[in-house]
């Protein structure tokens, strides 16, 4: 049976996409900053196992493909699905926490990524699918850690992408538009808005007329983490209900 690690697992996306990878056959290793019932729960239903990890240290994420490749003899498939968000005018943002979120989301995927690169190039096949982030490409006012974490990201998916494809390790992302996941709570409540105005503020830029749903983001991921689909390299899928293609 294939192992999936799946990071930031315990959210809205994550739960959906450990769901998914499940039923299309693999072996979950779910994972999140810290461990609790919910992760505990998740890997029970989907037959897999929970680990924690705080991937704002490179160390951490080191251990966790370690630990994750001792367990199961190797990852078939990485998804960097973690992310964490603090939002604030540029002039008031806290300089370390602004660093965390980049070193979280950012730093931690690079260190996951250079943890499982040298095994599965030696194996000679391998996915990488990192979640990114529409505001990684368009930006976002108040959100310039988040935006700028996202942004490398997108760099680092077309970069390792021409570097690992020539030993077989196929690494694309994703950045979706606004998901109906319980990181909206941190929007609307920085907008001083309820979630549910929250998520009517958002649907009525995106020209399809809703927010995204989550197990639309993770069958992209199903697709993108799948042996059948070889020639997709360094790309990152935008799955936003049209807004960024459509903004002027």
Same mark, same amino acid.
Request: glycine share 12%; charged share 20%.
């Given at each position: +049976? $294939?192992?999936?690690?799946?990071?930031?697992?315990?959210?809205?996306?994550?739960?959906?996409?450990?769901?998914?990878? &499940?039923? @299309?056959?693999?072996?979950?290793?779910?994972? @999140?900053?810290? #461990?609790?019932?919910?992760?505990?729960? *998740?890997?029970?239903?989907?037959?897999?196992?929970?680990?924690?990890?705080?991937?704002?240290?490179?160390?951490?994420?080191?251990?966790?493909?370690?630990?994750?490749?001792?367990?199961?003899?190797?990852?078939?498939?990485?998804?960097?699905?973690?992310?964490?968000?603090?939002?604030?005018?540029?002039?008031?943002?806290?300089?370390?926490?602004?660093?965390?979120?980049? @070193?979280?989301?950012?730093?931690?995927?690079?260190?996951?990524?250079? &943890?499982?690169?040298?095994?599965?190039?030696?194996?000679?096949?391998?996915?990488?699918?990192?979640?990114?982030?529409?505001?990684?490409?368009?930006?976002?006012?108040? &959100?310039?850690?988040?935006?700028?974490? /996202?942004?490398? %990201?997108?760099? %680092?998916? /077309?970069?390792?992408?021409?570097?690992?494809? #020539?030993?077989?390790?196929?690494?694309?992302?994703?950045?979706?538009?606004?998901?109906?996941?319980?990181?909206?709570?941190?929007?609307? @409540?920085?907008?001083?808005?309820? %979630?549910?105005? +929250?998520?009517?503020?958002?649907?009525?830029?995106? $020209? *399809?007329?809703?927010?995204?749903?989550?197990?639309?983001?993770?069958?992209?991921?199903?697709?993108?983490?799948? #042996?059948?689909?070889? &020639?997709?390299?360094?790309?990152?899928?935008? %799955?936003?209900?049209?807004?960024?293609?459509?903004?002027?």
């Amino acid at each position: +049976m $294939p192992v999936a690690l799946l990071t930031g697992a315990a959210g809205g996306l994550g739960v959906a996409t450990a769901r998914r990878l &499940a039923q @299309d056959g693999y072996r979950v290793v779910v994972t @999140d900053r810290t #461990p609790g019932s919910r992760l505990d729960d *998740l890997a029970a239903e989907v037959g897999g196992a929970a680990l924690a990890a705080d991937l704002a240290d490179p160390a951490a994420a080191r251990r966790l493909v370690g630990e994750v490749e001792e367990r199961t003899g190797g990852i078939d498939v990485l998804v960097a699905n973690h992310a964490y968000m603090t939002m604030a005018p540029v002039e008031e943002h806290d300089p370390d926490d602004w660093w965390r979120v980049v @070193d979280t989301n950012l730093g931690g995927t690079f260190a996951l990524a250079q &943890a499982v690169a040298g095994p599965m190039t030696r194996r000679g096949s391998g996915r990488i699918v990192v979640i990114c982030s529409e505001w990684g490409v368009v930006g976002w006012p108040g &959100a310039t850690a988040y935006s700028a974490s /996202k942004a490398g %990201l997108v760099a %680092l998916v /077309k970069s390792l992408g021409r570097e690992l494809a #020539p030993a077989g390790v196929v690494v694309n992302g994703i950045a979706p538009g606004v998901v109906d996941t319980p990181q909206l709570q941190v929007d609307a @409540d920085a907008a001083g808005l309820t %979630l549910a105005a +929250m998520h009517a503020e958002y649907a009525r830029d995106i $020209p *399809l007329g809703r927010i995204g749903r989550p197990e639309e983001i993770a069958a992209a991921v199903a697709f993108l983490a799948s #042996p059948r689909v070889g &020639a997709l390299v360094g790309q990152v899928l935008q %799955l936003n209900g049209g807004s960024t293609r459509t903004r002027a």
